[in-house]
């Protein structure tokens, strides 16, 4: 799992723009549809591998819980080679 940047989910949301993630967390996706979660999770935000002609892209968020509420507690992104954490 690619997991381990923590901070503005900005920087996803730069390199996927129209789909977003925040609060405990609340998701929108590209079409539109809106979803919330409210557990402790790795999810795969994204993965196309097929982005930049075959470079791929993936995208990981990692929510946790906390007492009465859960957040987006860390992001990963991978595109070819380059990962951040």
Known sequence: ???GLTGD???VQAIVPGGT???DPHITKWDGNKYSYHGECDLV???DPSFEDGLGLDVHIRTTI???FSYVEAV???AGDFVVN
Request: glycine share 12%.
């Open 9 to 11: 989910i900005s920087t």
């Open 76 to 78: 990963a992104i991978r």
């Open 1 to 3: 799992l690619l997991l």
């Open 21 to 23: 993630v925040g609060g």
């Open 66 to 68: 906390d007492t009465s």
């Open 45 to 47: 935000y994204v993965t």
